[in-house]
């Protein structure tokens, strides 16, 4: 199925239906989206966070549910794109939390908490021999490519379409006018040579190749092995840095994805979980490199910010590191997510709907087309009337999930959730059986 498939009427119907139902069962959300719209634009602050008619407005979360104004209550799988692994309401870092906020909420000089925090992340993921830290994984991608221009003295970037590397480095639909001006050469993932076609005639001039195991916020599109080990041996080759962006994929395994694939960068970014809940980034690598961080370096380069080591982000990444996503939890949560996603699509594939779910242990994406699905372009080309409606129908059954299909597991998740959702999954798909007859008939 494509987007040239034409759409059907009983696909519209069923949508409007949905939407009408959902407008229905949420005034309070409604009414709130109206008051918010005076002084944010569309209500929000939060672009991936919006979605048509009126997004749900939320009052509260206790473990892996959620509450929006009008009552309801939610099994949250959207997990904050990822960074809310530990649910809303873990005891070990709400203790962890409210601690730091008894030793002061800012103390204006270095603290034990940064050289703790960033001991166990150096400890955790091979990739680093030293960090920094940031505010955002946005902010530490653009440091990191900063970094790598200026050891390599070179000015071009390597990115790929269908990739996220932050708000102003998305290149999920291509090119983004929002993007930071560096000067960018375009990729295609998991076609490592159509990629060489287009970088090699402008090897000497390449900094580094930014890349993310996974295509997150692009699909959940896993990274072909022989893709990302090709780039990093051409890396080597011609004198350019790789930078790997884990920022989703750190939570996979016990060390993240790098070791699994085989990759070791010369500077890798990660964040989401890492902080415990709280806003983080994190970008470092080789020590060599890392080391022009360094004041008494005689180039050094600077890196400030306020909030670096904001004294909530320090102790709730490190609660959350060390004793509650450990790397055994980090291995059962990747395990689990691999089961559920196959279980999903064992359920699309006997109810013959043209729906298919990506992804890596924990992170999964439900496409609306069968699978495989291998390149970024080919997620762009989705039914998303489809996908819209099954949004607004788990919506109706108490299920949250990212409205372009992300679907997120949380330490808090039990198997009578994940059951929840699977059982949830088949009922829809078996009420619409009427629509994949209709679009397979279309197809064909
Ligand atoms: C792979 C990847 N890199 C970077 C980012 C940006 O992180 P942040 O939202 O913390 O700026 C994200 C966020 O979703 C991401 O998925």
């Given amino acids: 199925m494509s987007a040239q498939t034409p759409t059907s009427e009983y696909?519209?119907?069923?949508?409007?239906?949905?939407?009408?139902?959902?407008?229905?069962?949420?005034?309070?959300?409604?009414?709130?989206?109206?008051?918010?719209?005076?002084?944010?634009?569309?209500?929000?602050?939060?672009?991936?966070?919006?979605?048509?008619?009126f997004p749900l407005t939320m009052a509260r979360g206790e473990e892996a549910s959620l509450w929006d104004l009008d009552g309801h209550k939610y099994l949250n799988f959207l997990s904050e794109f990822t960074s809310g692994i530990f649910g809303h309401s873990h005891p070990h870092i709400v203790a962890e939390m409210r601690a730091a906020i008894g030793d002061g909420l800012n103390l204006s000089s270095h603290t034990t908490g940064e050289a703790n925090l960033a001991a166990a992340i150096c400890d955790r993921f091979e990739c680093f021999d030293k960090v920094r830290l940031t505010n955002s994984g946005t902010e530490a991608n653009i440091m990191a490519m900063v970094t790598a221009r200026v050891v390599t003295g070179r000015d071009k970037i390597v990115v790929f379409k269908g990739g996220y590397h932050g708000g102003p480095l998305t290149f999920v639909g291509g090119a983004s006018v929002g993007n930071v001006p560096f000067d960018f050469l375009y990729g295609r993932y998991n076609d490592l040579?159509?990629?060489?076609?287009?970088?090699?005639?402008?090897?000497?001039?390449?900094?580094?190749?930014?890349?993310?195991?996974?295509?997150?916020?692009?699909?959940?599109?896993?990274?072909?092995?022989?893709?990302?080990?090709?780039?990093?041996?051409?890396?080597?080759?011609?004198?350019?840095?790789?930078?790997?962006?884990e920022v989703q994929t750190a939570r996979h395994h016990a060390g993240g994805l790098q070791p699994v694939l085989g990759l070791k960068a010369d500077l890798t970014t990660m964040g989401k979980f890492i902080g415990g809940c709280m806003p983080i980034g994190v970008f470092g690598g080789r020590a060599d490199i890392m080391m022009r961080f360094d004041p008494r370096h005689p180039n050094t380069l600077a890196h400030a910010g306020t909030f670096n080591n904001n004294v909530m982000t320090m102790r709730a990444g490190l609660a959350g590191l060390t004793q509650v996503y450990t790397p055994d939890e980090a291995e059962r949560l990747t395990a689990l997510g691999d089961d559920f996603r196959n279980r999903l699509n064992t359920i699309a594939e006997v109810c013959g709907a043209p729906v298919h779910v990506t992804g890596v242990g924990s992170i999964m994406n439900i496409h609306t087309q069968s699978g495989p699905i291998t390149f970024a372009e080919q997620v762009a080309q989705e039914n998303k009337e489809?996908?819209?409606?099954?949004?607004?129908?788990?919506?109706?059954?108490?299920?949250?999930?990212?409205?372009?299909?992300?679907?997120?597991?949380?330490?808090?998740?039990?198997?009578?959730?994940?059951?929840?959702?699977?059982?949830?999954?088949?009922?829809?798909?078996?009420?619409h059986a009427p629509l994949w007859r209709e679009l397979e008939g279309q197809a064909a």
Wanted: with cysteine.
């Fill in 386 to 431: 489809l996908k819209d409606l099954l949004f607004f129908e788990f919506l109706a059954h108490g299920i949250y999930y990212a409205k372009r299909g992300l679907v997120a597991l949380n330490v808090c998740h039990t198997q009578v959730d994940l059951d929840r959702f699977a059982d949830t999954f088949k009922r829809i798909l078996t009420k």
């Fill in 193 to 245: 040579e159509a990629t060489l076609t287009t970088i090699n005639p402008h090897a000497e001039d390449i900094a580094a190749i930014v890349i993310e195991p996974v295509l997150g916020a692009g699909g959940c599109i896993p990274g072909d092995r022989a893709f990302l080990t090709g780039l990093q041996q051409w890396c080597h080759t011609k004198g350019a840095l790789l930078i790997v962006d």
């Fill in 11 to 53: 696909l519209r119907n069923a949508l409007a239906e949905a939407e009408a139902d959902y407008v229905r069962a949420n005034p309070e959300s409604e009414a709130q989206f109206r008051k918010a719209e005076h002084s944010l634009p569309a209500g929000n602050t939060r672009s991936s966070l919006f979605y048509g008619p």
